[in-house]
């Protein structure tokens, strides 16, 4: 095959599974929601939401913990150690939170996501319910759609509290950072507006691509065991490089000054 | 299309990944009646349910489900007609996360608001029908294949409908179970006067309950009647498929090269 | 059905400890108090330097904060910079016609902010108004060129 033949088809192709994914997700939310959803959302948010929190929260202490300590080297070589509370606040609000629960969260809800969808597509769960006259992107896609899209922020806004939980613990109470100067920097850097809103913000797109690309997969999947084994992989891929490079993106236009 | 008909498709043409599954197939399905669809593995009968079901997009040509073209439907209207087919599917496709009882149970939950009470009666009614009563509170994970099949046939009946569509009911079989399962699309049939469309491979068994077989090779009918009739057949690929010889006119080989050309041949694996 | 109730009430957990995770994060990450005076009273300020000041900084009075920078743009008509503040609307209430702004540093290396004085006048600041008496930024660069030529003299 002429590499000019491969480039079109494998153009061709991503476009084409662009339109798709897109597709489905106008099909999955373009619905008035009813009480039966809101139970099956329910559930999903138990799943995707709240099994989540564990790796979430020794994530969140542990990464807390690291920026304290590595912050704490380096400010104080300059005497500054008390700007510690504003920087492990700042860099959690605006960068760490939302990045690394997307990735995490990615790892694990999505990739669950995918591989519970594109069994129940291998199975033909997905067919039969299509043949009960009950359309699964109702029944099956529209509740895991939601349950990511509002788990997400909640989840960053875990792992900011715990984090800076984390930076208090090695940062106060093991370096003797005076307390005092932690939480008042802190509060005299951290703008609500700006860090915390714009951190939900990130959190918000990152909860909606990465659920998007995971419940995607699934559906669209070929549905054989090697089917089901790529598209997760491909959710975890995907997902993991779709955050970071969105995350580039919407810091520059969030945080950069043009 | 005359009244008796409940099912009617017209020169049907599907392909798959460009090779060519159904090259003008015309089918009639008579109300009230079993009609069976038999041909080698492979022919694309389970292909052919999905395009009735609208499950698939043909090619060309129409597929008529009493008044309704069903490839014209929008969406929600394909939903509907849905309602009123049921559909047996080879692996019984049981939803993994709900008991037996929730999986009967579903399809009247969804489409009708009856009180509790009355859908627990419903439910057991079906599952009697089935000799699945004692398994209720099962999950699909803890039954055997026979039974996951009849749970699934019972959720197919739950409403009603008007078509039931089985797909390879009797694969993976035990002769018991194959024999309960032959009964009970016999006995929904006559009891219920519901339409029902058997795609199988099982010659024996699918000849003694249907009413009228269509047999499919290579993308079109190629024969059409009654068991008896097909019995006496002198087509000799209807013949050599109805009496299961293993080769003649249909070839055991896929089709290949020439044997000694082959076995001659520099190895291709390097 | 037992299982169904702890699902419910681990989401109901969960979505309440998200909020107060958020209360937790507004009052004692980002020090925002609600019941704290709104920040709404604009005065404006011209000064033919701002040498470094940022949107967002802070305004402050006596040392105390009171208000950020919500804007900085050029003056066409006097080419100066024109810088728009928000404060504490009781603050501003109290601040006279004749109220000076400067531009101060935190530290030698810090960053900008502004410092509001209140004077003696005794007509007070209209919301929308603009405070005439200005001190620009000291620029570290013109101080020593200006040392230096001294020196040379």
């Known amino acids: 095959m002429s590499p000019l033949i491969f480039l079109g088809r494998k153009t061709l192709n991503t476009l084409e599974s662009l339109g798709r994914s897109a597709i489905f997700l106008a099909q999955a939310l373009c619905h008035l929601p009813r009480l039966e959803g809101a139970r099956l959302w329910l559930?999903?948010?138990?799943?995707?939401?709240?099994?989540?929190?564990?790796?979430?929260?020794?994530?969140?202490?542990?990464?807390?913990?690291?920026?304290?300590?590595?912050?704490?080297?380096?400010?104080?070589?300059?005497?500054?150690?008390?700007?510690?509370?504003?920087?492990?606040?700042?860099?959690?609000?605006?960068?760490?939170?939302?990045?690394?629960?997307?990735?995490?969260?990615?790892?694990?809800?999505?990739?669950?996501?995918?591989?519970?969808?594109?069994?129940?597509?291998?199975?033909?769960?997905?067919?039969?319910?299509?043949?009960?006259?009950?359309?699964?992107?109702?029944?099956?896609?529209?509740?895991?759609?939601?349950?990511?899209?509002?788990?997400?922020?909640?989840?960053?806004?875990?792992?900011?509290?715990?984090?800076?939980?984390?930076?208090?613990?090695?940062?106060?109470?093991?370096?003797?950072?005076?307390?005092?100067?932690?939480?008042?920097?802190?509060?005299?850097?951290?703008?609500?507006?700006?860090?915390?809103?714009?951190?939900?913000?990130?959190?918000?797109?990152?909860?909606?691509?990465?659920?998007?690309?995971?419940?995607?997969?699934?559906?669209?999947?070929?549905?054989?065991?090697?089917?089901?084994?790529?598209?997760?992989?491909?959710?975890?891929v995907f997902g993991s490089l779709a955050v970071l490079g969105l995350d580039f993106i919407l810091t520059a236009l969030m945080f950069g000054e043009f | 299309m005359s009244d008796s008909t409940l099912v009617s498709v017209e020169n049907l043409h599907f392909s798959r990944a460009g090779r060519p599954i159904f090259s003008g197939v015309d089918l009639e399905i008579p109300k009230g009646r079993i009609t069976a669809i038999m041909g080698p593995s492979g022919t694309g009968k389970t292909t052919l349910l999905k395009l009735i079901a609208g499950q698939l997009m043909p090619d060309s040509g129409s597929v008529h489900v009493g008044e309704d073209n069903v490839h014209r439907l929008s969406r929600q209207a394909l939903f509907r007609m849905r309602r009123r087919m049921g559909m047996l599917f080879q692996s019984g496709a049981l939803f993994s996360d709900l008991s037996v009882f929730e999986n009967v149970a579903f399809p009247i939950r969804v489409h009708t608001d009856l009180p509790e009470h009355m859908i627990r009666d419903l439910v057991l009614i079906k599952l009697q029908a089935v000799g699945l009563r004692g398994a209720r509170d099962l999950m699909p994970a803890e039954l055997s294949g026979g039974m996951t099949r009849r749970v699934a046939l019972a959720r197919a009946i739950a409403l009603d409908p008007d078509l039931i569509m089985y797909d390879e009911p009797f694969v993976g079989q035990d002769p018991i179970s194959m024999g309960v399962l032959v009964t009970l699309i016999r006995r929904l049939n006559s009891a219920f006067n519901m339409t029902a469309i058997v795609v199988s491979h099982d010659i024996k068994e699918t000849l003694s309950i249907a009413d009228h077989v269509y047999v499919i090779a290579d993308g079109r009918v190629m024969a059409s009647g009654s068991p008896a009739s097909l019995r006496e057949a002198q087509d000799p690929r209807v013949s050599q498929f109805i009496q299961g010889k293993p080769d003649g006119p249909v070839p055991f080989h896929y089709p290949s090269k020439n044997f000694y050309e082959d076995i001659l041949a520099p190895s291709e694996v390097s | 059905m037992k299982r169904s109730k702890w699902l419910e009430a681990g989401v109901g957990a969960f979505v309440l400890a998200g909020f107060l995770g958020l209360v937790f994060l507004g009052l004692q990450v980002s020090g925002f108090a609600p019941g704290q005076a709104e920040q709404n009273f604009t005065v404006y300020a011209n000064f033919s330097n701002i040498g470094g000041l940022k949107e967002r900084s802070r305004v402050t009075m006596a040392g105390v904060t009171v208000g950020r920078i919500t804007s900085i743009e050029l003056d066409p008509k006097w080419l100066e910079g024109r810088v728009t503040m928000k404060i504490d609307s009781d603050v501003g209430e109290k601040l006279s016609e004749d109220s000076t702004a400067s531009i101060l540093t935190a530290g030698l290396l810090g960053e900008k902010y502004i410092g509001l004085s209140t004077g003696g006048a005794p007509e007070m600041i209209k919301d929308g108004g603009t405070i005439r008496d200005t001190q620009s930024a000291l620029v570290l660069e013109e101080l020593i060129q200006q040392f230096v030529s001294n020196m040379s003299k």
């Open chain 1, 43 to 236: 559930r999903q948010m138990y799943f995707v939401g709240v099994m989540s929190l564990p790796i979430i929260a020794v994530s969140g202490l542990f990464i807390g913990m690291v920026i304290a300590l590595q912050g704490y080297l380096v400010l104080s070589g300059f005497g500054a150690d008390e700007a510690l509370g504003q920087m492990v606040a700042l860099s959690l609000l605006r960068e760490l939170a939302p990045v690394v629960t997307a990735l995490l969260f990615a790892g694990r809800a999505g990739s669950a996501l995918t591989a519970e969808i594109g069994l129940m597509k291998a199975t033909e769960q997905l067919s039969s319910m299509e043949m009960i006259g009950v359309d699964p992107l109702r029944r099956v896609i529209s509740p895991r759609l939601w349950a990511g899209f509002l788990s997400m922020p909640i989840l960053t806004v875990f792992f900011s509290v715990i984090g800076i939980m984390g930076g208090y613990l090695v940062g106060v109470d093991w370096l003797g950072v005076d307390q005092g100067s932690f939480w008042g920097n802190m509060q005299g850097s951290v703008v609500f507006m700006d860090d915390v809103v714009n951190g939900m913000l990130k959190s918000v797109v990152f909860g909606v691509v990465v659920t998007w690309i995971a419940v995607f997969q699934g559906y669209d999947l070929v549905p054989t065991s090697e089917g089901i084994s790529r598209a997760t992989t491909r959710t975890v």
